[in-house]
Nanobody
Framework: QVQLVESGGGLVQPGGSLRLSCASS????????MSWYRQAPGKERELVAD????????NYADSVKGRFTISRDNAKNTVYLQMNSLNAGDTAVYYC?????????WGQGTQVTVSS
């Protein structure tokens, strides 16, 4: 079955960086687009970034443009989110999503907390 396992979250100071990873299995990873979403307390889940199956196109939320970079390694079945210049507004649980079918598949999430 499809499994998505996020890692790399944690506590970081404002201005710092983190790199999230999402290891995938149970489907043909190279055939599907992937996305990163986040959900802050009391807020709806929002799209952060997505990437096409062959990395030919990426898309970012306005709030993270220029600071975050999504990438993927199809040989390792892994999608990444490099996050730089983090601020308190980036505090959230981050989820990866395999864009399969209408509903997709979700990982369990990884907490990112930006605080001094």
């Amino acid at each position: 079955q499809v499994q998505l396992v996020e890692s790399g979250g944690g506590l970081v100071q404002p201005g710092g960086s983190l790199r999230l990873s999402c290891a995938s299995s149970g489907f043909t990873f190279s055939g599907y687009g992937m996305s990163w979403y986040r959900q802050a307390p009391g807020k709806e889940r929002e799209l952060v970034a997505d990437i096409t199956s062959n990395s030919g196109r990426t898309n970012y939320a306005d709030s993270v443009k220029g600071r975050f970079t999504i990438s993927r390694d199809n040989a390792k079945n892994t999608v990444y989110l490099q996050m730089n210049s983090l601020n308190a507004g980036d505090t959230a649980v981050y989820y990866c999503r395999a864009n399969i079918g209408r509903t997709g598949y979700w990982g369990q999430g990884t907490q990112v907390t930006v605080s001094s």
